[in-house]
């Protein structure tokens, strides 16, 4: 005897539907494409499961927040420098939305510089960026000096009195250059200041640096990470040649998917809640007008605190008090590009790492990072004080005199804070060594 059946529902129909087109398509694409043999290992992919292993993904996401809003800004901006400002001004008060999506833009340029040095960070006090890893190390630095430079074209695009007082300061860091200085200043301007800055400061913060950035982001972040094992934290029973972790597929893309969204709901509430870069505040560019007062950005104060701490010195011809600035951060980003060659030429190391390093397993490596991250932190103390002036409000306010002692301070305070940083760190490590 046959039992009966119910016979099938909308829903379950529906279902099966559904079941049988996917697997056709998947099937259709599979035969056409070979994706299912690419898709198969690739799911099946370990990550770690450590949170500092995600501060990249942060900068990835913030990344691609830059893109979209920046992506919407280009429809309003008109690069001239007969309305630029005004485009800027009319966007933030009269376009609905746009102040929103001028902050939304801002705040993620901020979180994604930020992330980038301490993803940064990571990477150089674990040694992750050893063998087999000295191209990501390589692109992942030529990325962060590209970010800084991209938000300084960015910040002098509304040609406003701020943003073009710090392009005016860049135009004399150009002319300090010795033998070709004028003529890097005039390329740039196309002539004298501020000549046609506009609109090539437009083309390089629109087309030319992101143009690099999309090639750059998706090879250091995507491809070389993908094709190679992924660096792991130093445990009890860790290998250099096991992998562990939780596969990509559904446990890391989860995590994908959670970090993407926390990222754009902290850079939405930033947004949302904090005013920064008012530009109908300080009026269009006047040649010939008293520069205002300003705070720099965190991430620019680093030039801005060496120009301040650096004392007014010529030799001949050649402003040092312009030039040595320069060729600190030009020797600065050198040494990080080529740090592991430099490390490996050192200790004769060239063994392959795919476990990362405690901080105290290197000891020297760790007190040359806190003492260049503590020679940065005094440099950038520089830019927290100032004299008061008028509609200007810095970190902290002193007199005249004050300032001068804190200015005198803080230059004794870059040569002996570093060496002490170091040589403390280094002893703290050295001694957990041995424990």
């Known amino acids: 005897m046959v039992t009966p059946t119910k016979p099938p529902t909308r829903r379950e129909r529906l279902a099966a539907g559904s079941t049988r087109a996917a697997a056709g398509t998947a099937g259709y694409l599979d035969d056409r494409l070979g994706l299912g043999r690419w898709l198969r290992p690739n799911l099946r992919k370990l990550f770690p499961s450590h949170w500092s292993f995600l501060l990249g993904e942060f900068a990835l996401y913030a990344f691609v927040f830059l893109v979209l809003t920046g992506t919407f ?66 692109l992942g630095v030529t990325l962060f000096a590209l970010v800084l430079f991209e938000s300084f074209l960015g910040f002098s695009l ?34 004298g200041f501020p000549g046609d800055a506009i609109g ?69 509430a930033l947004a949302t809640f904090v005013l920064v870069n008012p ?86 490596r760790t007190a040359v990072g806190v003492a260049v991250v503590t020679f940065f932190t005094v440099v950038w103390a520089a830019t927290w004080f100032s004299a008061p002036a008028k509609g200007y409000s810095p970190l902290l306010t002193v007199s005249p005199e004050t300032l001068t002692i804190v200015t005198y301070g803080l230059r004794v305070a870059v040569f002996v804070l570093p060496a002490l940083a170091f040589a403390i760190t280094l002893a703290i490590c050295r001694r957990r060594g041995r424990a």
């Open 73 to 138: 800004l280009t429809f309003f901006y008109q690069a001239t420098p007969e309305a630029a400002f005004a485009s800027v001004t009319e966007l933030s008060l009269e376009v609905r939305g746009g102040l929103l999506m001028r902050q939304l833009h801002h705040w993620s340029a901020t979180v994604f510089v930020l992330s980038i040095v301490l993803h940064l960070l990571r990477v150089f006090f674990t040694g992750a960026f050893r063998k087999p890893r000295e191209l990501t190390w390589m």
């Open 200 to 268: 090539r400061l437009f083309v390089a913060h629109v087309l030319l640096v992101p143009g690099i950035l999309l090639a750059i982001v998706p090879l250091h972040a995507l491809v070389l990470t993908w094709r190679q094992k992924h660096t792991e934290r130093r445990a009890r029973d860790s290998d250099e040649r096991r992998v562990s972790g939780g596969p990509f597929f559904p446990y890391f893309a989860l995590k994908q998917g959670i970090t993407s969204l926390g990222t754009f709901a902290v850079i939405s």
């Open 158 to 191: 509304p040609a406003d009195q701020v943003g073009f007082t710090g392009l005016r300061q860049a135009d004399g860091l150009l002319l300090s250059i010795p033998l070709i200085g004028t003529y890097l200043s005039a390329f740039a301007f196309g002539g």
């Open 279 to 364: 530009v109908w505040q300080a009026g269009p560019y006047q040649p010939g007008a008293v520069p205002p007062m300003a705070q720099p950005f965190w991430y620019s104060g680093v030039l801005d605190g060496l120009l301040r701490l650096m004392p007014a010195w010529d030799l001949g011809p050649v402003n040092l008090g312009l030039l040595v600035p320069l060729l600190v951060l030009g020797g600065f980003f050198t040494l990080l590009l080529l740090y592991p060659y430099l490390e490996r030429r050192l200790t004769g190391d060239r063994r392959v790492h795919h476990l990362n390093d405690r901080p105290s397993q290197a000891p020297v």
